[in-house]
């Protein structure tokens, strides 16, 4: 008499699912600024003054006067002013999404048998 084994047959399903996610960004600014400012400022003043005077009465009521004078003045006035600004400004930015997916399925079919034994 001889018996047989167990034989077995199928199938095995498998997937593989893969994600893979890049997000990057970057910005940039950059200002620069400068500014230029000058004063000037004068100022000048001369003044002259010179008097001689002489007056009399007498008694007799005769009168005299004598009179000399002098004057100089000089004036003077000086401003300057400059302002002077430049500037420059920047701004920058950039962005990167990536995704990358990845789907592998696998079929794999199988036998497998015991072994036949003869009594």
């Given at each position: 008499?001889?018996?047989?084994?167990?034989i077995?047959?199928?199938?095995?399903?498998?997937?593989i699912?893969?994600l893979?996610?890049?997000d990057?960004s970057?910005?940039?600014?950059?200002?620069?600024f400068?500014?230029?400012?000058?004063d000037?400022?004068?100022?000048?003043?001369?003044?002259?003054?010179?008097?001689?005077?002489?007056?009399?009465?007498?008694?007799?009521?005769?009168?005299?006067?004598e009179?000399?004078?002098?004057?100089?003045?000089?004036?003077a006035?000086?401003?300057?002013?400059?302002f002077?600004?430049?500037?420059?400004?920047s701004?920058s930015?950039?962005e990167?999404?990536?995704?990358?997916?990845?789907?592998?399925?696998?079929d794999?079919?199988f036998?497998?048998?015991?072994?036949l034994?003869?009594?």
């Open positions: 008499m001889s018996e047989y084994g167990e077995e047959t199928g199938e095995q399903h498998a997937e699912d893969q893979h996610q890049v990057a970057q910005e940039d600014y950059q200002s620069q400068g500014v230029y400012e000058a000037h400022a004068s100022a000048e003043s001369t003044s002259f003054d010179q008097g001689h005077s002489v007056e009399f009465t007498g008694a007799d009521g005769s009168h005299y006067a009179q000399d004078y002098t004057s100089y003045d000089h004036s006035a000086e401003t300057d002013h400059v002077a600004a430049e500037g420059q400004e701004y930015a950039t990167f999404s990536q995704i990358d997916a990845l789907r592998a399925q696998l794999t079919a036998a497998s048998a015991t072994q034994t003869a009594n």
